[in-house]
């Protein structure tokens, strides 16, 4: 007998969310949100506060029912099992409480026994694995907030979760409490976990997270790997600037702009001028001199500045325009238009440079520092392009 | 990490009822309920326990020594001896009872005002292991104030006048009050969300009902009790323990000196345990289930107890009020069910299949139908089995047929009632989402019909003239049942030959407008129940199909 070719047996999710709705009275906190977190990933749901973050973890955490929509953890449904998902999932609220009044062992022991877990070295292992050893005798109130949220996690493991749930983990934590929760979490990737969390720091989440997604007004604006929605974003920004491209060689500027492409009147169709050619642009302007602190020492990597800029044009016609300038320490040309500046400077050398690029013939349409990328693309998402 | 902890499967649970129950105390035995270790490990650690204890018993220390000095200047020994009985177990009986409500009040509520709530219910310990260990935690923190006292409650003791047995019954009543106090406050305190706010609301409702059940269970029983056995002294306050000494033990003594007090109090009780349960669910799960045991087990108790009670008591009148208070039991249930689902959600709906639920069990959980029916039927054969044990007893023993006739119309007055009452409760349910509003509107339903005749009669003058025949004009109200007694049993009100027809022809539109309802009602539940099924079904399979959205996926 001969076996055909073993098609891969696909991986289910650990997280399925679908057409999510919530309701508060008449407010619809939650409008139609769908998507998945994979096995052992690590996904950061973002939004501004009263977004909604809250209310989807709660659901997913079994303690809300949605108004409408079905989430499964493991392919359990929440509302239909939620004793089995809660044994599947360790779930830290935000600004969780805890019992004061008892050590750190009697603290693990108690939820030990509330989990049914009756070996002892689970509690030994848990502490073991959250650095608490030292601490296990020390009453709960005498921990430091970070130690305390430490705790809340040792709590979550303790039965062994495969999904974990943390709302706003490092919130009111001092930088080095931020830092630990961070590498716990790197550590229980590690142990093959999925960890879903939502957090308002931008950077942490880039520094952990496989996957995101980002909430406003209780929708989900977008949800996937961080790579893939930054080129997406990337080529949607592409499309629209050669769009707008194509508008600007048949439509003057309106309300009486200068026409950078050489037309003079308002809203009328105009002919552009021909593009420069490449080699035209690539020598330096008087005005950008050599790249070196007034001692002459070559400037430091954290001192430079970083700005993106959009033209409509060959964005290497407007990086040869730029490269080798004053103040100017490298210039990236990318797709659509994209330019990627380093420099040093303030507001007057952008400024300068914009004038630069617009007397060189090169129309400049957007302008912006650049940002950390999962901040880049929370404000693109949820403001709208950012040009 | 995966490999190290493993979760262990609890046993499956098999066998005879015997067996499981036995196996389920060993377990408590030997598995102690984790909540209440936790709860007496931070009380042992609660610096202020032992300082309010110790104030506490050494006020109670001072006012009784103070009390037996003067009263024992003048007063024999064993007068002193009774009188400082009484003065200890009515201020005892009012610590537990304003105590216990406040201590299991903020147990609940503080772990949700705490914060600390959510996690222990991720725990999947369950409701039920939750409400047993707060109720054993706040009974246990109680019962230290007992014991604390205890030694001055022994005092009386040794002046004489009082027996050890009576002052250990009295105890063992202080802790059985405690145990219904401390339910109480944890069904309160099961419904809120604030601490303080739970522990204003049992207060306020707490210290009058004890200030009531103090006058009423004590004194004013004390005098009716009297009646049956004389050597039980008629006026004091703490009785009980007195007639458990005194009265002849027999066939009476244990009916009303142990099966109805015990039912009293312990009936209560598994309500509040079992309203505290539901209150900790979600609002899918089955809330229903275990009140409605409670219904279907504790209806027959009453009814038979409520009937002893009246045959022991050898008057027909006792009767007629056990018939009465069968009624006021019954409007509270109606009230509890009037919040019933209108059908099991899809949740239980999922989990009875799984399970393959039969048929009993399924008549048991969530649906209105289902709780009105099952509260229709014990509610009608109650008021058939009480007038039937009047008729019995007039038969059998010192009492008239006219006043088995008047228990008869009684029950029937109160029946076509309870019947208009529970349709009422029916359509009003099925018409709202919600379960508040058709339980308040129950509420002044009994209220308009209750009271609303005889305040329009008050205000027209009619009651001043008391052989007016106008009174007929109650009918409609359930406390017409008094006038309908009056007439029948008595034999007084003789001029008013519309007594009787009023009641019957208010008695039969109550009966039809009960039963309309109940059809209108049962209609809309039926539309309502499957256009929900049909609509859970059909995203049952979009949901299943749904595949995960991707880059492309239109905007939601």
Excluded at chain 1, 192 to 200: A, D, G, M
Excluded at chain 2, 118 to 143: D, W
Aim: with cysteine.
């Amino acid at each position: 007998m001969t076996q055909g070719p073993t098609e891969p047996v696909p991986v289910p999710p650990a997280i399925r969310v679908r057409r999510l709705w919530h309701r508060f009275g008449r407010f619809d906190v939650l409008r139609d949100v769908s998507f998945d977190v994979g096995q052992g990933e690590i996904f950061g749901f973002i939004g501004p506060n009263g977004a909604g973050k809250t209310t989807t973890i709660r659901i997913m955490a079994t303690l809300l029912e949605p108004t409408f929509g079905r989430v499964e953890i493991e392919g359990v449904d929440v509302s239909v099992d939620p004793e089995r998902v809660r044994r599947m999932i360790g779930y830290m609220p935000d600004h969780a409480g805890v019992y004061e009044r008892i050590t750190v062992r009697e603290y693990l022991e108690f939820f030990a026994d509330a989990y049914g877990v009756e070996q002892r070295e689970v509690v030994d292992a848990v502490i073991e694995l959250t650095e608490l050893r030292n601490l296990s005798d020390r009453l709960v109130a005498a921990l430091s907030k970070g130690l305390k949220q430490r705790l809340q996690v040792a709590r979550i493991l303790l039965h062994d979760p495969q999904v974990l749930i943390l709302d706003e983990p490092a919130s009111d934590l001092d930088p080095r409490a931020r830092i630990e929760i961070r590498d716990l979490l790197l550590e229980l990737r590690e142990l093959n976990k999925t960890i879903f969390l939502s957090s308002h720091v931008l950077t942490e989440l880039s520094d952990i997270c496989t996957s995101i997604g980002i909430l406003e007004r209780g929708q989900l604006l977008v949800a996937g790997p961080i790579g893939e929605i930054a080129e997406r974003l990337q080529a949607e920004r592409a499309q629209a600037a050669e769009a707008r491209a194509a508008e600007a060689t048949v439509v003057a500027p309106p309300f009486g702009l200068p026409d950078l492409a050489g037309a003079t009147g308002a809203g009328t169709a105009v002919t552009p001028s021909p593009m420069p050619e490449p080699q035209t642009l690539l020598a330096p302007t008087p005005a950008l001199s050599p790249l070196t602190t007034p001692g002459g020492a070559p400037v430091p990597e954290a001192a430079r500045k970083r700005l993106r800029l959009r033209v409509l044009c060959d964005a290497r016609v407007a990086a040869g325009a730029l490269s080798g300038g004053t103040g100017i320490h490298a210039v990236e040309p990318g797709a659509g238009g994209a330019l990627s500046l380093q420099y040093t400077g303030d507001e007057n050398f952008v400024a300068a440079v914009v004038r630069h690029l617009v007397v060189s013939g090169i129309p400049v349409v957007a302008v912006e520092p650049e940002r950390n990328e999962l901040e880049r693309i929370f404000l693109e998402v949820t403001r709208g392009e950012l040009s | 990490m995966s490999t190290e902890i493993e979760v262990p499967v609890p046993p499956a649970t098999s066998g005879s009822f015997l067996s499981r129950a036995r196996d389920q105390l060993g377990g408590w035995w030997e598995n102690p309920n984790p909540v209440w270790v936790r709860e007496l490990r931070q009380s042992a650690r609660l610096s202020r326990t032992p300082v309010v204890l110790a104030v506490l018993t050494v006020m109670v220390t001072l006012l009784i020594s103070s009390i037996g000095g003067m009263a024992s200047v003048s007063a024999r020994p064993a007068k002193v001896g009774v009188a400082l009985f009484h003065t200890f177990f009515s201020l005892a009986f009012l610590v537990v009872t304003w105590l216990g409500p406040a201590v299991a009040a903020s147990t609940i509520s503080s772990e949700r005002s705490g914060r600390t709530w959510e996690a222990l219910l991720l725990t999947g310990i369950g409701p039920s292991a939750i409400a047993r260990g707060k109720f054993f935690a706040a009974l246990s923190y109680l019962s230290l104030y007992v014991v604390m006292l205890a030694p001055v409650g022994a005092l009386p003791f040794l002046f004489g006048g009082v027996t050890a047995t009576e002052v250990a019954a009295a105890f063992l009543l202080l802790l059985l009050f405690g145990a219904l106090s401390v339910a109480f406050g944890l069904a309160v305190s099961s419904r809120f969300w604030n601490q303080a706010a739970a522990i204003i609301v049992t207060l306020i409702v707490a210290i009058p009902l004890s200030l009531t059940g103090y006058i009423v269970l004590g004194p004013v029983l004390s005098i009716a009790v009297n009646g049956v056995w004389p050597v039980v002294p008629a006026g004091p306050p703490v009785w009980l323990p007195t007639a458990y000494v005194r009265a002849d033990f027999g066939f009476r003594y244990f009916v009303l000196l142990v099966a109805a007090p015990a039912f009293s109090l312990l009936g209560p009780v598994w309500l509040l345990y079992e309203l505290t349960k539901a209150n900790l669910k979600d609002t899918s799960d089955d809330r229903s289930t275990g009140v409605r045991i409670w219904f279907v087990a504790t209806t027959p108790l009453l009814i038979a107890m409520l009937s002893s009670v009246a045959w022991l008591s050898a008057g027909a009148e006792w009767f007629a009020a056990s018939v009465g208070a069968f009624f006021v039991y019954l409007i509270g249930v109606a009230v509890l069910f009037a919040g019933e689902p209108l059908g099991p959600s899809r949740r239980v709906a999922v989990h009875w299949t799984r399970e393959g639920v039969g048929r009993l069990q399924r008549f048991l959980g969530p649906g209105l139908t289902r709780a009105n029916t099952l509260l229709a039927v014990f509610g009608l054969l109650g008021f058939a089995l009480l007038a039937a044990a009047a008729h019995v007893w007039a038969e059998v023993a010192s009492g008239t047929r006219a006043q088995a006739l008047g228990v008869g119309a009684v029950s029937a007055h109160l029946a076509a009632f309870f019947v208009f009452l529970v349709g009422l409760a029916t359509w009003l349910r099925s018409r709202s989402s919600a379960a508040g509003p058709p339980r308040l509107l129950v509420l002044a339903a009994v209220f308009v019909f209750g009271v609303g005749p005889w305040i329009a009669m008050a205000i027209a003058g009619v009651l001043a003239k008391t052989d007016s025949a106008l009174l007929m004009l109650a009918a409609p109200s359930p406390a017409y049942a008094a006038v309908l007694y009056e007439k029948v049993a008595v034999g007084t009100l003789t001029s008013h030959a519309g007594i009787v027809p009023a009641a019957v022809i208010s008695g039969a539109l109550l009966v039809l407008s009960g039963l309309g309802l109940s059809l209108l009602g049962k209609l809309r539940i039926q539309r309502r129940v499957s256009e929900e099924r049909r609509w859970v079904e059909h995203w049952e399979t979009t949901f299943a199909t749904e595949p995960a959205p991707g880059p492309d996926a239109p905007a939601p």
